[in-house]
């Protein structure tokens, strides 16, 4: 199986600051490299695919970039409502591991 | 509008087995892959597997292989997650999503499963 290590698992910023999460692969998954949002209780939401690509309706503060295996998920001023956890997932191979989370939490 | 809507929670005493559904609108149920996540209280997210309801093929992972049966009802455009022998580290949401493309764009709404004598 792929592994895939976060990093920090966990962040304090505040709000309008910049802020980088780094998510390494065990082996080159190339592109497939995702990442999600998570809030408390609710189910994660797709914030990066392929590791570039914004979805649909994400604000343009979030940028994902890298390859192989080394993936950096961006944000470039963070607003309340971007306090939450974020995971990286790769799907290059089942089983689609994820990442352990970055819980970000305001300063 | 695609929606994945699961079944309600679920409280079940060690040893049983629980069965989750997850309902499909809004695009071609046949057209993709469904996969299965856990999620235990303040953990992370766990692949579970995934079936193909084209054919019926699933794949699972190694940790719950055995226990886990993924199925498609392409009548009812609905997916199930059956999970036996439980035990209380079962105890977590689990979510189905759909496989679009190498991500998960849409994702059900999650299902409590409590497992307690």
């Known amino acids: 199986d792929i592994q895939m290590t976060q990093s920090p698992s966990s962040l304090s910023a505040s709000v309008g600051d910049r802020i980088t999460i780094t998510c390494r692969a065990s082996q080159s998954i190339r592109s497939y490299l995702n990442w999600y949002q998570q809030r408390p209780g609710k189910a994660p939401k797709l914030l990066i695919y392929?590791?570039?690509s914004l979805h649909s309706g994400v604000p343009s503060r979030f940028s994902g970039s890298g390859s192989g295996t080394d993936f950096t998920l961006a944000i470039s001023s963070l607003q309340p409502e971007d306090f939450a956890t974020y995971y990286c997932q790769q799907t290059y191979s089942t089983p689609y591991t994820f990442g352990q989370g970055t819980r970000l939490e305001i300063k | 509008e695609v929606q994945l809507v699961q079944s309600g929670a679920e409280v079940k005493k060690p040893g049983a087995t629980v069965k989750i559904s997850c309902k499909v609108s809004g695009y071609t149920f046949t057209g993709y892959s469904l996969h299965w996540v856990q999620q235990a209280p303040g953990k992370g997210l766990d692949w579970m597997g995934l079936?193909?309801?084209?054919?019926?093929?699933?794949l699972y992972a190694e940790k719950f292989q055995g226990r886990v049966t993924i199925t498609a009802d392409t009548s009812t455009d609905t997916a199930y997650m059956e999970l036996s022998s439980l035990r209380s580290e079962d105890t977590a949401v689990y979510y189905c999503?759909?496989?679009?493309?190498?991500?998960?764009?849409?994702w059900g709404q999650g299902t409590l499963v409590t497992v307690s004598s």
């Open positions: 999503a759909t496989d679009i493309n190498w991500n998960y764009s849409y």
């Open positions: 392929t590791t570039s």
């Open positions: 079936v193909d309801p084209e054919n019926g093929e699933t």
